[in-house]
């Protein structure tokens, strides 16, 4: 459905309204351009009654922006609780797709992780009654030397006398037990803790003030799985006009592991850069249509980087935007 205004000046904005309770109500509207996004959502008839805000899919509130500002984007409009402000967004599935069941319930487990080396990694199902310690050996990943080791969780505190059905989900962390002092491992112990961390995404939101964390993609260990955010690109090696795209960034590996990115939008009908490949169905959302983004030859390179959080994520997030500000035409995901 969509609602045209009147083109008294002949300069006219184009954007997508959708209600963030239900976006099955969706319209597309037409409207002068300097029109606030309020008055927009309002004329639409698509404005909850009371006190509403306007959400970009990132979660930022542009209530009080102009229309100018999101020419060919799609709002969320809704009352301020229910969209959530600007730190969290619930990724949530195109309207009309059919929800699939979930997986069947199994046997949950507990995931065993050298702190010496993140890419050794065992899954125990643990018995009942089990220590997390018993559970750690069960895994493989006692010393064979006989040395103290001990079993700490995300946060660095020991964990090894616990009952290991109560962890069941975690991901735990088999080192020296000289590593830990007063029951807690040193921070910097900690570097391969999967997932981005509270203070690994205050150290992004300065340089991307976009960013926002998806909910419903927490890992176990409270880290964030997956962040969405805006980048300036290049529209295409043909088009040196820039655009902006929204970004979703799958940081579950990370920092053992090279993070993946996927465009949201622009819809895949509307992009032209030739490293972004066709849009496809993704594990951590099946329900949603994504591009992912080629970033080049650079695995070895991100395992070869120093065990260092913060330099790997920012190391990852500079080329990622190098290649979108430079389209490669010798390494092409898609024909333009």
Known sequence: MSRMRGNDEGRMVRLTLSNAVDQTQKILVEVPAGTSVAQAARDAGIAPQGSFDVFTPGGEAVTQASVDQHRDA??????QKVAGGAEEFILEPEPGVEVADGPPVGPKTVVFVSAYDSTVRHEVVPQEGQSVRDAATMAGLAPRDGS???????????????????????????????????????????????????????????????????????????????????????????????????????????????????????????????????????????RISLCNVCIGDYSAAFSGLPKDRLQRLFCYLNQLQYALSNPNTGDTARSV
């Open 74 to 79: 799609v709002l969320y409009v809704g009352p």
């Open 148 to 286: 103290g080791w001990e079993v700490f969780d995300a946060q660095g505190v020991v964990v090894g006398d616990r009952v290991a059905t109560e962890l069941t989900g975690e991901v735990l962390y088999v080192g020296p037990a000289a590593m830990i002092a007063g029951g807690v491992l040193s921070p910097c112990r900690l570097w391969s803790s999967p997932g981005l961390a509270a203070d690994d995404l205050s150290h992004m939101k300065i340089d991307y003030p976009s960013v926002a964390s998806i909910r419903n993609l927490r890992l176990p260990n409270g880290n964030f799985g997956v962040v969405q955010l805006t980048m300036i690109g290049r529209q295409s090696h043909k088009n040196s006009q820039t655009i902006s795209y929204q970004i979703l960034i799958d940081f579950r590996g990370f920092p053992a592991e090279l993070p993946h990115a996927y465009v949201r939008s622009p819809d895949d009908s509307q992009i032209m850069h030739c490293n972004i490949y066709h849009s496809d169905r993704y594990p951590f959302a099946p």
